[in-house]
């Protein structure tokens, strides 16, 4: 009995553990309003939903991001605000493997 609840666990760690993805990545969020500061950390396929809306960010690079909605997407710079499916983005700021950033409608 103890090794069949061994062998469960087991298993059900390794399960477990080959959903997790393979890079760190994640984002958090504080919003206020139609309007929500981002944070994100990874390196590509970060994937986020804010204010309802699905998004992406890819290439996190020093001073640039890309930024995708299911509407649009655009590579923005550190520093720059732009129209990315229908919402406001302001880039407060852009390293490599992270970013923050101002998503508002």
Known sequence: MRKNL???VAVAAAATLALLPAGCSSTSQK?????CDVTVKGDDNVKATVLGMKWEFDDLLDDSIEVENKKGEKLMKEGETATVGGFKVFVKDADKGSA???ISK
């Open 31 to 35: 919003c206020k309003g139609n309007s």
């Open 6 to 8: 061994i062998r469960a």
């Open 100 to 102: 923050k950033l101002v």
